[in-house]
C-alpha cells in the first residue's frame, strides 16, 4: 500500500532556514500536500503542489518535488518560533483518502 | 464561511462506555473523512463517506467502530465498548469532491477522546 516518511524532529535557529522532507511510494497523486499542526489544535493547510511542476513558491515558503525519486520538500526561509509545530506531509490515494507522513516536529530556538 | 465543526472537542469515558463524536462539514462540502491520530503518531485514515453512503472504511476497526453521514445533520463516528487503546484525537475533514483541487481537505479541530 500506500506510505509515506519523514523525519521525526527538526531543530533549527531564529531566521535559518527549515527545510522538511518527505518520501512517498504511490506516484499516482495530482496534488501533494503540507499540512501545519500546533500543539493541542487541528491541521492547518499549509501549500500544496500540483504533481506536474518541480517547484512552487508561496511567500516564506517553497516546495520541491522531485517524481523521479518520489521526493517531498518544505523550505521554510526566516524560521520564526511562530513556525514551531509539527509538519505533515499529506499524499492523496486514488480513493481520496489522504495517507499522511508521520509529521516531523520543528523547534525553532531564539 | 464557518469551517468544518466537531464536537465534543473533548470527550472522557470510562472502558465499556460508548463515545460518539460529531462531524459538521463545511458548507457546500458533501464528502467527509474521519482519521485518527495516536499520542506521537501521524494521521490515519478510518472512514469516507458522502451523503448516506460509506465510500471507503479500509482504515475502520472491524468491531466496535461504525460511521454515519445521514441526509440531514452531522457525520457520526461511534465507538462502542471504548477501551483505553481508543484514547486519541479524531479529526475530521471535507470536502467539495474528489480529483484535483476538489480533494483539497479542510480539517476540523479534532476531539479528544481520553478513556478512563
Known amino acids: 500500500g500506500e506510505d509515506v516518511e519523514q523525519s521525526l524532529f527538526l531543530s533549527v535557529r531564529e531566521g535559518d532556514s527549515s527545510v522538511i522532507n518527505c518520501t512517498y511510494t504511490?506516484?499516482?497523486?495530482?496534488?501533494l500536500y503540507w499540512y501545519k499542526q500546533e500543539p493541542g489544535a487541528g491541521l492547518q493547510l499549509l501549500t500544496y503542489?500540483?504533481?506536474?511542476?518541480d517547484m512552487k513558491q508561496d511567500q516564506r515558503l517553497t516546495v520541491l518535488l522531485n517524481k523521479k525519486d518520489k521526493h517531498l520538500s518544505l523550505r521554510i526561509a526566516d524560521t520564526q518560533t511562530g513556525d514551531s509545530a509539527i509538519y505533515f506531509c499529506?499524499?492523496?490515494?486514488?480513493?481520496?483518502?489522504?495517507?499522511f507522513g508521520q509529521g516531523t516536529t520543528l523547534q525553532v530556538k531564539p | 464561511n464557518a469551517g468544518v465543526m466537531q464536537n465534543p472537542r473533548h470527550l472522557v469515558r470510562r472502558r465499556g462506555q460508548e463515545a460518539r463524536l460529531r462531524c459538521s462539514p463545511m458548507k457546500g462540502h458533501s464528502h467527509v473523512y474521519w482519521y485518527r491520530q495516536l499520542p506521537e503518531e501521524g494521521l490515519k485514515f478510518m472512514v469516507y463517506l458522502q451523503k448516506e453512503n460509506i465510500i471507503d472504511e479500509s482504515g475502520m476497526p472491524k468491531e466496535r467502530f461504525s460511521a454515519e453521514f445521514p441526509k440531514e445533520g452531522p457525520s457520526i463516528l461511534r465507538i462502542q465498548q471504548v477501551v483505553r487503546g481508543d484514547s486519541a484525537a479524531y479529526f475530521c475533514?471535507?470536502?467539495?469532491?474528489?480529483?484535483?483541487?476538489?480533494?483539497?481537505?479542510?480539517f476540523g479541530p479534532g476531539t479528544r477522546l481520553t478513556v478512563l
Open positions: 499529506a499524499v492523496p490515494s486514488n480513493t481520496g483518502k489522504l495517507i
Open positions: 475533514a471535507s470536502s467539495q469532491g474528489t480529483g484535483g483541487t476538489y480533494n483539497e481537505q479542510f
Open positions: 504511490d506516484s499516482s497523486s495530482t496534488y
Open positions: 503542489i500540483f504533481s506536474n511542476m
